[in-house]
C-alpha cells in the first residue's frame, strides 16, 4: 500500500505539527476580552449554534444550525503565541471541499477594515479534536488586535485559545456600525466549497465594510420557510436583510414563498433594507444556455415583481441585485462543481456585493 503520508515527507510545507497545552493560559470565547459575533440568540456557555434550541424549522435547518458558518471571536493581546484548541461533534467531510474550510479556523490580525490573513488550523483530517499554533510561537510581545473565523460546516464542541503565560486580553475596536447585515441562503451563502471560513463571502465583506454579519444559511434547506422569517424578524436592529435563496426554493418554491417571507419581516421591521440576489450562475448555463434561459427569466421575474409590487406600495428600501453577474467577467472559473463557489467565486462575490451593500445602507 502506497503511503498516503508521503507528502509530507518529500515537502515539509505540507506538514503540519500538533501542539499540547502545556505553557500557556487558556479561555473560552466567553471569557473577558473575548467578543463573539454570528451568534444573535446564542448566551454565554450554551452550544454554538446558529439558532435558538426548540425553534420549529425543518429537520435540515436544525442540524446545520450547529455550523458556525459566519461565527468570529475578536479579541485584542500581547501574547507572542496563540494556540487554538477545537473539539467537534459533527463534521460534514466532503470529497470536494477541503477539511480547512469544513473545521478549520482562520486567524485575520488588524483592526476595521485593515484586517490580514495569518494562519489556518492545519491538522489530521480524520481527527474530531485537535490543539496547534496559529500565531507565533516567537512573535514580538506587543498588543495586535485579532479576528478568528470559526468552521464552515462543523460544529464545534468546544473552542478554546491559549496565549502564552501572563499575556494581557482586552476587548476588540468597535465596529463602525454594530447593526449586523442578516443573510438568508443556501450552500453557496454557507460557505460551501471555501478552502478556509476567511474566504466565505459573508465573511470578507465584513473585513471589508468593518460590520457583523449574521449567516443564516442553510446547505440545501434554505427554502424561504416561515418559521426562518419569523426567527429573522427577532434580530433587534438589523442594517439590511439579504435573502438569497433561489437554489434551495427553485421556481415553484421562491414563487409561494418570496411575498410572504417578506411580509413576516416587514411586520417587525417596516424600514430595514431587504436586498433579493438571484441565483448565481451554474457552470452549464455556459454550454447549454437554451436549456437555461427559461428558468432563469421565471426566477428573475418572481423577484423584479415582487419589486414592482412593494415599490408601488411605498416600500423604498427593498432592491434587487442579479446573481447571474456576481461571479464578474470569468463566471465558468468560479466554482469547484459547476454549482458551489471557490475561493476566487467567493472574493468575486464580496467585491460585487459588497458596495451594493455599503450604497443601500449609505442610502438608508
Same mark, same amino acid.
Given at each position: 500500500?502506497?503511503?498516503?503520508?508521503?507528502?509530507?515527507?518529500?515537502?515539509?510545507?505540507?506538514?503540519?505539527?500538533? @501542539?499540547?497545552?502545556?505553557?500557556?493560559?487558556?479561555?473560552?470565547?466567553?471569557?473577558?476580552?473575548?467578543?463573539?459575533?454570528?451568534?444573535?440568540?446564542?448566551?454565554?456557555?450554551?452550544?454554538?449554534?446558529?439558532?435558538?434550541?426548540?425553534?420549529?424549522?425543518?429537520?435540515?435547518?436544525?442540524?446545520?444550525?450547529?455550523?458556525?458558518?459566519?461565527?468570529?471571536?475578536?479579541?485584542?493581546?500581547?501574547?507572542?503565541?496563540?494556540?487554538?484548541?477545537?473539539?467537534?461533534?459533527?463534521?460534514?467531510?466532503?470529497?470536494?471541499?477541503?477539511? /480547512?474550510?469544513?473545521? !478549520?479556523?482562520?486567524?485575520?490580525?488588524?483592526?476595521?477594515?485593515?484586517?490580514?490573513?495569518?494562519?489556518?488550523?492545519?491538522?489530521?483530517?480524520?481527527?474530531?479534536?485537535?490543539?496547534?499554533?496559529?500565531? !507565533?510561537?516567537?512573535?514580538?510581545?506587543?498588543?495586535?488586535?485579532?479576528?478568528?473565523?470559526?468552521?464552515?460546516?462543523?460544529?464545534?464542541?468546544?473552542?478554546?485559545?491559549?496565549?502564552?503565560?501572563?499575556?494581557?486580553?482586552?476587548?476588540?475596536?468597535?465596529?463602525?456600525?454594530?447593526?449586523?447585515?442578516?443573510?438568508?441562503?443556501?450552500?453557496? @451563502?454557507?460557505?460551501?466549497?471555501?478552502?478556509?471560513?476567511?474566504?466565505?463571502? /459573508?465573511?470578507?465583506?465584513?473585513?471589508?465594510?468593518?460590520?457583523?454579519?449574521?449567516?443564516?444559511?442553510?446547505?440545501?434547506? !434554505?427554502?424561504?420557510?416561515?418559521?426562518?422569517?419569523? &426567527?429573522?424578524? @427577532?434580530?433587534?436592529?438589523?442594517?439590511?436583510?439579504?435573502?438569497?435563496?433561489?437554489?434551495?426554493?427553485?421556481?415553484? !418554491?421562491?414563487?409561494?414563498?418570496?411575498?410572504?417571507?417578506?411580509?413576516?419581516?416587514?411586520?417587525?421591521?417596516?424600514? /430595514?433594507?431587504? &436586498?433579493?440576489?438571484?441565483?448565481?450562475?451554474?457552470?452549464?448555463?455556459?454550454?447549454?444556455?437554451?436549456?437555461? /434561459?427559461?428558468?432563469?427569466?421565471? &426566477?428573475?421575474?418572481?423577484?423584479?415583481?415582487?419589486?414592482?409590487?412593494?415599490?408601488?406600495?411605498?416600500?423604498?428600501?427593498?432592491?434587487?441585485?442579479?446573481?447571474?453577474?456576481?461571479?464578474?467577467?470569468?463566471?465558468?472559473?468560479?466554482?469547484?462543481?459547476?454549482?458551489?463557489?471557490?475561493?476566487?467565486?467567493?472574493?468575486?462575490?464580496?467585491?460585487?456585493?459588497?458596495?451594493?451593500?455599503?450604497?443601500? &445602507?449609505?442610502?438608508?
Amino acid at each position: 500500500m502506497a503511503d498516503k503520508q508521503k507528502i509530507r515527507k518529500v515537502d515539509k510545507a505540507m506538514d503540519f505539527k500538533e @501542539q499540547s497545552r502545556e505553557g500557556m493560559d487558556w479561555y473560552t470565547v466567553d471569557s473577558p476580552g473575548f467578543v463573539l459575533d454570528g451568534l444573535y440568540w446564542r448566551k454565554p456557555g450554551e452550544p454554538f449554534r446558529r439558532l435558538p434550541l426548540g425553534s420549529s424549522v425543518s429537520e435540515g435547518v436544525d442540524y446545520l444550525a450547529g455550523h458556525t458558518a459566519g461565527v468570529m471571536a475578536r479579541f485584542r493581546t500581547d501574547a507572542s503565541e496563540i494556540r487554538l484548541r477545537a473539539v467537534f461533534d459533527d463534521c460534514c467531510k466532503m470529497d470536494h471541499m477541503p477539511c /480547512t474550510g469544513v473545521m !478549520g479556523f482562520d486567524l485575520y490580525e488588524g483592526s476595521h477594515s485593515a484586517k490580514f490573513y495569518r494562519k489556518t488550523t492545519r491538522f489530521d483530517h480524520k481527527c474530531e479534536e485537535y490543539t496547534v499554533t496559529v500565531f !507565533g510561537p516567537d512573535a514580538e510581545k506587543k498588543m495586535r488586535e485579532f479576528t478568528l473565523h470559526f468552521p464552515l460546516y462543523a460544529h464545534p464542541a468546544a473552542v478554546e485559545i491559549g496565549l502564552c503565560a501572563g499575556a494581557q486580553v482586552l476587548p476588540p475596536s468597535p465596529w463602525k456600525d454594530p447593526r449586523p447585515v442578516v443573510v438568508y441562503g443556501t450552500s453557496i @451563502q454557507q460557505g460551501g466549497c471555501a478552502s478556509r471560513p476567511g474566504m466565505c463571502h /459573508t465573511n470578507i465583506m465584513s473585513r471589508m465594510l468593518d460590520r457583523p454579519f449574521v449567516n443564516l444559511a442553510f446547505s440545501g434547506s !434554505g427554502r424561504g420557510e416561515p418559521a426562518m422569517a419569523e &426567527l429573522m424578524a @427577532q434580530i433587534a436592529d438589523p442594517a439590511m436583510f439579504v435573502l438569497d435563496y433561489d437554489a434551495n426554493a427553485e421556481v415553484e !418554491g421562491l414563487r409561494k414563498t418570496l411575498s410572504g417571507f417578506i411580509d413576516i419581516l416587514r411586520a417587525k421591521h417596516p424600514e /430595514t433594507p431587504i &436586498l433579493l440576489v438571484s441565483h448565481l450562475p451554474y457552470a452549464a448555463e455556459f454550454s447549454a444556455p437554451l436549456e437555461f /434561459t427559461k428558468w432563469r427569466y421565471d &426566477l428573475t421575474s418572481i423577484h423584479m415583481e415582487e419589486l414592482r409590487k412593494r415599490r408601488e406600495a411605498g416600500d423604498k428600501n427593498i432592491h434587487f441585485l442579479d446573481g447571474s453577474t456576481l461571479y464578474g467577467p470569468e463566471p465558468s472559473e468560479c466554482t469547484v462543481d459547476g454549482g458551489h463557489a471557490t475561493d476566487l467565486g467567493f472574493f468575486n462575490i464580496a467585491h460585487r456585493m459588497a458596495p451594493v451593500i455599503e450604497r443601500l &445602507l449609505t442610502q438608508a
